[in-house]
Structures are given as C-alpha cells and as structure tokens.
C-alpha cells in the first residue's frame, strides 16, 4: 500500500485538475494506493467522484506551491512510502515503475527540463515520510524566509537534499519515463514558442505541463484523450 498525493490549493486550478488526476490515476496504477487531495477547499470532498481522502495541510500561511512543502511535515499524518504528481501532469501510460523504482528509503524525483538538469523537477517524487521529514521539512521550516528567496519549492528541495553527506539519498526517475509537453529531450529544450510542437512522445508515461500552456488549454488530441 502507498500513499498517492496531490495539492489543491488556492485558485489556479479548478476542480477538474483533481478530478482528472484522480482517474488518470485509477485508469494507470495497479498498485494498492490511498489517494490524498490536500487543500483549502472545504467543499472538495462532496465534488470529487471517486475514492479519495480529503485533507488540510496543518499550516494555513503558505502560499502557492510553497505548499507542496508539507508533504514532508510529520503533522500533515503520511506514513510510509509515498508518491506525488503535479495536478498538471497527463499520465498516458501504466506508472507502476514509478511506486516501485528503487527501495522504499530512497528519496525519487524527476530531472528538470532545462537543459542544465541544474535542479530537480518536484511534478513527480516519492519519498518515505520518516526518512525526509528530517532532511527536508525540518530545514525548510526552521527558517522559511531563507528558502522564500529561491523560485519555488523545487529550488528549496533540490539545495535541502544536496546538503546531504548521503549521495545514495537521491536517485532520479529515468528520463524517458516523463517528458515535457513543450519538447521531448531534457538536453535539448525548446525555449522559444515557435519551437514548441507538442506531439506526443510514444515512450513516456507522464506528460508534465510545466508553465503554460495547461492541459485545458491544448487542442491537441493525444492530450484530449489522455486527461480525462
């Protein structure tokens, strides 16, 4: 049994985010799993169609997805393994790997899609709660100002866990299990716009949507067929 975890908080996505996650989830994981929303919206529970647990984050001062950083708090009530995906991901293929990769001690999360794989990319990780609480959340939350300065939670995650003596702490999901939807290849990103073709890459298992466009914003049909 594993814990798969999601984040709903504030305004940026609608309902429909966690709704699609949900069963895109339950169409591609055959592994036993809870599913977790955690958020702000108190009414998310009598919307969701599906089996699924509805919970606050124990801190209510942190914004956008500063948030996410609460997965790794001991009060947020996760015990075991756990594994987290962005509400704008398209899962288009059976992630079982991703529950299983490596041990259940061992802290997994994507490469970042810049190029310079300079940090990580939080839209996917698993971890086991009493093994981060520690290195994570512990650091982060002493002096939350400090990690403030950086550009988001993937920034502060990748500085915490790099801190660390234990080079075996980490190991990064292959890369050809999730994709950009801009561009297929993390060593050759595609920044500008016009560059963007969005076709859909025929070995990975997740699409993440990282900026803009969203999924509901894509007309492309692969994309349709899969966020649902």
């Not at 798969?4 to 949900?22: D, I, M, R, S």
């Not at 969005?198 to 894509?218: I, L, R, T, Y």
Request: positive net charge.
């Amino acid at each position: 049994m594993i814990n798969f975890c999601c984040v709903l908080y504030g305004t940026k996505y609608p309902v429909e985010y966690a709704q699609n996650l949900y069963n895109m989830v339950k169409r591609h994981l055959t592994i036993q799993h809870k599913f977790y929303i955690f958020t702000d919206n108190v009414r998310l529970k009598s919307i969701i169609k599906g089996d699924v647990i509805v919970k606050h984050f124990p801190l209510h001062d942190m914004n956008g997805w500063w948030n996410k950083m609460q997965l790794f708090n001991p009060d947020t009530g996760l015990t075991g393994v756990n594994l987290y995906m962005d509400l704008d991901v398209v899962i288009m293929k059976n992630i079982d790997c991703f529950a299983t990769f490596t041990d259940s001690k061992t802290f997994n999360i994507t490469s970042d899609f810049n190029g310079r794989q300079i940090w990580y990319n939080s839209s996917i990780m698993k971890w086991n709660t009493e093994r981060m609480t520690p290195i994570i959340w512990e650091k982060f939350v002493k002096d939350r100002q400090y990690w403030y300065r950086l550009q988001g939670d993937q920034n502060a995650i990748t500085e915490l866990v790099r801190q660390e003596k234990d080079k075996s702490l980490v190991e990064t999901f292959p890369d050809d299990w999730s994709n950009s939807y801009k561009w297929f290849d993390r060593k050759d990103p595609r920044f500008g716009k016009n560059l963007w073709t969005f076709e859909q890459k025929p070995d990975s298992k997740v699409a993440v949507f990282h900026g803009f466009p969203k999924p509901h914003q894509s007309e492309e049909q692969w994309v349709k067929d899969n966020w649902r």
